[in-house]
């Protein structure tokens, strides 16, 4: 990972991927790190070798973090993803178990994770979203705010929902508190269609605080 020309963290792991018993010809595989960031942009480079070094594939993607402004709420998500069953589940730090994370508990043994680039899925996917809502510095919100999520129609009617949680914000250090979940729809919850996945931050008689949404799209 580079930030202005410079590297910020790199991570080499030697991994075997076995295809799984089934007898399938390819296996997915899910590799997740985590490092502090400060803001700026910065670009991820992925690149996948063969025993010999000879390199087969390479990806690369760019990304921003954004400067936190105190006293100020930050919504971020939702991020949406799948779990593949039959997939492999990795840390990028080979010390640290997987399968421990908040990730792997909701994936199950044998399943890996699939970012959902483009929010498509099959009725049968398990999906799973991310979400985060932070203050740096005093917490400018009452005790009774609320955040809500919830999956609309293209029409804007209700689809599915999850019952509100109180933004109850933790100490995460150096003045940082959050309330992030990692939480999932189960398979064949949605009907095929065109949905939207909505997580709003509101007060109890439903002024709107932050709220963000990414389109979904059910086979």
Same mark, same amino acid.
Request: proline residues 8%; hydrophobic residues 35%; aromatic residues 4%.
């Given at each position: ?29 899910? =590799? ?15 690149? =996948? ?13 760019? /990304? ?24 492999? /589940? ?50 400018? =919100? ?24 109180? =933004? ?52």
């Amino acid at each position: 990972m580079r930030r202005n020309n410079q590297t910020v963290t790199d991570y080499k792991r030697r991994i075997q991927v076995d295809p799984p018993s089934a007898g399938d010809t390819s296996r997915p595989v899910t =590799l997740m790190g985590d490092t502090p960031l400060k803001a700026g942009q910065y670009n991820l480079t992925v690149v =996948l070798t063969d025993p010999n070094g000879t390199e087969i594939v390479t990806a690369q993607t760019e /990304f921003v973090v954004p400067t936190v402004i105190d006293d100020l709420l930050l919504l971020r998500g939702p991020i949406m993803g799948r779990a593949v069953p039959g997939g492999l /589940f990795l840390r990028a730090n080979a010390k640290e178990q997987a399968q421990d994370t908040r990730l792997g508990k909701l994936l199950g043994p044998d399943n890996g994770f699939e970012p959902l680039l483009v929010g498509e899925i099959d009725r049968n996917d398990k999906l799973l979203y991310y979400w985060s809502a932070c203050v740096s510095g005093e917490n400018p =919100l009452s005790d009774d705010v609320v955040v809500s999520r919830s999956v609309k129609t293209a029409a804007g009617a209700g689809a599915y929902a999850t019952a509100p949680v109180p =933004l109850k914000l933790e100490p995460r250090g150096k003045g940082i508190s959050c309330l992030d979940m990692l939480e999932t729809i189960p398979p064949n919850a949605l009907a095929s269609g065109d949905y939207r996945l909505d997580v709003t931050v509101m007060h109890p008689n439903g002024d709107v605080i932050a709220r963000d949404a990414q389109p979904l799209t059910v086979r």
